[in-house]
């Protein structure tokens, strides 16, 4: 297996953009991971008291796992529709392209989130950075204020991208109802679930707020493999959680990439490229797995094979037809199979 693959790269060892003792945010973009398209990831960690200021995207909707800690959202819509709520590990927030929006740390401990964006280059814009655009006069009259009262504030067009909060968290009295925008993704049932693995969907399906992203939060056992397929009409963009896995992606012109991925790397194989995933040198491992569409599908290599005769199969496959394998009709493909057999070098 070759050492590097361009299909995968180092989330925690990506471009650093922020770093101090208020929490570091990391990011993998089309100019350091040049294989993606339509989709990017960052991670932020945030310690206790600290802030991701309010900000918005301007070309990208943002999906966001919670891996640790506990976090107050505030979203602010088009229309002025505002909204906020509170997100602990194993929970979603979604983010429409534009909206504003903060995250806050209200926990004890540092809080952790993986972010998913529908863009390969994402675009940010800060509000203290947006403020800082406009001159004391402008602002003045925005808040029918003399001139002088924005004297004192900072003024610059650089966002500060995480702050310090002073003293205690306020909730706004709407913080503990349920929230469009707010997704408890490991507290539902798994819509896949198996002796060896499941997988719980954060999709259109279950969360209407989505409409061009979603993401499955994919567990399978060492004894347990993610089947071969492929996905006709999304990309796949997967975070490993915990864990360690080998995949193997084909390409077009018959090219084979095996490699290892372990917790902190993130894997890209574009759209309908065939690919499976099986675990190695771990008990277990934990992905999650980012989607350009709303409701993602595969196809599966069980079903492909059963909507064929087998002679069809045996020419296919340039076998006889008494030496093709008594491969089982399979309507509807498992996803997760279990590995019976042993773990080829």
Known sequence: MPERSVHTASLWQGEEIYRSELGALTRLTADNFPILSGLSI????LAPGAIREPHWHANATELTYCTAGAALVSVLDSGGHFSSFLVSAGEMFHIDSG???HVENVGADDAEFILAFRHERPEDFGLGAALGAMTDSVLGNTYDLPAADFADIRRST?????VRREGEPEFPSGAHFGDPHHFALEAMAA????PVGSARTAREQFWPALRDISMYSLRVREDGMREPHWHPVTAEMGYVHEGSARMTIMDPDGTLDTYT?????VYFVPRAYPHHIEVVDSPRIHLLIFFDQPTPADIGYRASVSAYSRRVLAATFG????ELPELPFTASDPLIVSRNNPLEP
């Open 42 to 45: 960052k991670r932020l960690t």
């Open 158 to 162: 650089t966002a500060r991208l995480v």
């Open 191 to 194: 819509p896949v679930d198996s």
């Open 261 to 265: 991925v372990h917790a902190g790397e």
């Open 319 to 322: 076998v006889a037809l008494d």
């Open 99 to 101: 909206a504003l929006h």
